[in-house]
């Protein structure tokens, strides 16, 4: 192999590399930030805009929501978190045990403690995002208060707050930054009980059989109910982002397809320089009879040979990049979670993208070729012989 077809082998690696990489971490991304909201937040979330309401206020709501599997209520409250001296604002959500694992994956997020909500006597359980235990240094077992700002019973212009007691049974990772952060969930009763607002809720959670279905049904249904409630889907959630990636993602494969481009002008300075070197073997074959069709296949084969042997070796260079970005991301921070929401994205490579990637690769490989396969082509059997 000449030095020229070895730059652009080495040329169409890197690129095809860069590409796979590229791609899988922006793929892996959508489908961690995906995964992550629809574990904690479910499919589809109701809520009343003018704040908590009585299940039976619900209901006509609820008969609407026919293409749902389970659905499961939730009280949402802000507080302030009062623990080692330190104080942070917080967003408390009751849960009902008995429905929640119907519709939301949150037993899968505990990584330290267990999924327990047993009330003590003194303390109310809590599973705390483990941004906010790393804040304030809470461990399994640890008791902490939380403040709720309250209009006074006589007063409503007069603050009365509400202090309430808890212990941490589990701590969470919920995937985002911000959830981790500030986010405990503690029983749908004991939420209740400590907001005073007897057995309402502040919403709903459902699942739908699939992701898409959710995605198109909440926005028809969220036009419908306005202003009263406010429907939302996994998609709604994070919708900027989402469509940030949709954006970025072609956009990032051509401009590094920029690379495989400037690898296919090295293979096309390579055949134009082997066409020169065989002027003499050219003629020859163009004496014995062999026609410009055949002359233009093998140097586009040889092309194309260059192509597929640098892609093929580029997607081996891309999975060994992608593994070395996991186990870069588990012992440094490349990611900044205040930034993309979460801290760690788990890589996927999809055949979708591989698919393109090689496609895009042998067309640029191919149409590279043509230039010099035709000016061979077009050679005579005089014009190459005729300084022999």
Same mark, same amino acid.
């Given at each position: 192999?000449?030095?020229?077809?070895?730059?652009?082998?080495?040329?169409?690696?890197?690129?095809?590399?860069?590409?796979?990489?590229?791609?899988?971490?922006?793929?892996?991304?959508?489908?961690?930030?995906?995964?992550?909201?629809?574990?904690?937040?479910?499919?589809?979330?109701?809520?009343?805009?003018?704040?908590?309401?009585?299940?039976?206020?619900?209901?006509?709501?609820?008969?609407?929501?026919?293409?749902?599997?389970?659905?499961?209520?939730?009280?949402?409250?802000?507080?302030?978190?009062?623990?080692?001296?330190?104080?942070?604002?917080?967003?408390?959500?009751?849960?009902?045990?008995?429905?929640?694992?119907?519709?939301?994956?949150?037993?899968?997020?505990?990584?330290?403690?267990?999924?327990?909500?047993?009330?003590?006597?003194?303390?109310?359980?809590?599973?705390?995002?483990?941004?906010?235990?790393?804040?304030?240094?809470?461990?399994?077992?640890?008791?902490?208060?939380?403040?709720?700002?309250?209009?006074?019973?006589?007063?409503?212009?007069?603050?009365?707050?509400?202090?309430?007691?808890?212990?941490?049974?589990?701590?969470?990772?919920?995937?985002?930054?911000?959830?981790?952060?500030?986010?405990?969930?503690?029983?749908? @009763?004991?939420?209740?009980?400590?907001?005073?607002?007897?057995?309402?809720?502040?919403?709903?959670?459902?699942?739908?059989?699939?992701?898409?279905?959710? @995605?198109?049904?909440?926005?028809?249904?969220?036009?419908?109910?306005?202003?009263?409630?406010?429907?939302?889907?996994?998609?709604?959630?994070?919708?900027?982002?989402?469509?940030?990636?949709?954006?970025?993602?072609?956009?990032?494969?051509?401009?590094?397809?920029?690379?495989?481009?400037?690898?296919?002008?090295?293979?096309?300075?390579?055949?134009?320089?082997?066409?020169?070197?065989?002027?003499?073997?050219?003629?020859?074959?163009?004496?014995?009879?062999?026609?410009?069709?055949?002359?233009?296949?093998?140097?586009?084969?040889?092309?194309?040979?260059?192509?597929?042997?640098?892609?093929?070796?580029?997607?081996?260079?891309?999975?060994?990049?992608?593994?070395?970005?996991?186990?870069?991301?588990?012992?440094?921070?490349?990611?900044?979670?205040?930034?993309?929401?979460?801290?760690?994205?788990?890589?996927?490579?999809?055949?979708?993208?591989?698919?393109?990637?090689?496609?895009?690769?042998?067309?640029?490989?191919?149409?590279?070729?043509?230039?010099?396969?035709?000016?061979?082509?077009?050679?005579?059997?005089?014009?190459?012989?005729?300084?022999?």
């Amino acid at each position: 192999m000449s030095l020229s077809a070895a730059l652009s082998t080495v040329g169409m690696i890197i690129g095809v590399g860069s590409l796979v990489v590229a791609m899988a971490v922006v793929s892996g991304y959508e489908t961690t930030l995906k995964k992550s909201v629809i574990d904690v937040t479910g499919h589809v979330v109701v809520s009343r805009t003018a704040g908590p309401e009585s299940p039976d206020q619900f209901k006509d709501l609820l008969s609407r929501m026919k293409d749902a599997v389970a659905y499961t209520p939730f009280v949402f409250l802000e507080a302030v978190l009062a623990h080692s001296g330190k104080l942070s604002g917080v967003a408390i959500e009751g849960i009902d045990e008995a429905t929640l694992h119907q519709v939301l994956r949150l037993k899968s997020r505990v990584r330290e403690g267990e999924f327990r909500l047993t009330r003590e006597s003194d303390a109310s359980a809590a599973l705390v995002g483990q941004g906010l235990a790393r804040k304030h240094n809470l461990k399994i077992g640890d008791r902490f208060r939380v403040v709720l700002p309250a209009a006074a019973d006589q007063d409503r212009g007069r603050v009365k707050p509400r202090v309430a007691r808890f212990y941490v049974t589990g701590i969470l990772e919920m995937g985002r930054h911000d959830f981790d952060e500030r986010y405990f969930v503690t029983d749908l @009763k004991t939420a209740q009980d400590f907001a005073q607002i007897g057995d309402q809720v502040s919403g709903y959670r459902f699942k739908f059989k699939s992701d898409e279905e959710a @995605k198109i049904f909440a926005p028809e249904l969220d036009r419908e109910v306005r202003p009263h409630y406010r429907v939302k889907s996994w998609y709604s959630v994070n919708k900027k982002i989402f469509q940030a990636i949709d954006y970025e993602k072609p956009v990032i494969f051509f401009v590094l397809l920029v690379i495989v481009v400037a690898a296919a002008f090295n293979i096309s300075s390579t055949l134009f320089v082997s066409v020169i070197r065989r002027f003499r073997d050219i003629s020859v074959l163009r004496a014995m009879g062999a026609g410009r069709g055949l002359i233009m296949r093998i140097f586009t084969a040889q092309g194309l040979i260059i192509g597929i042997f640098g892609s093929a070796l580029g997607i081996v260079l891309g999975l060994i990049a992608t593994g070395l970005f996991v186990w870069a991301q588990n012992h440094w921070t490349l990611l900044p979670a205040e930034v993309y929401k979460i801290d760690r994205v788990s890589v996927e490579i999809r055949f979708s993208d591989l698919m393109a990637i090689l496609g895009a690769a042998w067309a640029i490989s191919f149409l590279a070729t043509l230039g010099p396969a035709r000016r061979g082509a077009r050679l005579s059997a005089v014009e190459g012989l005729r300084y022999e």
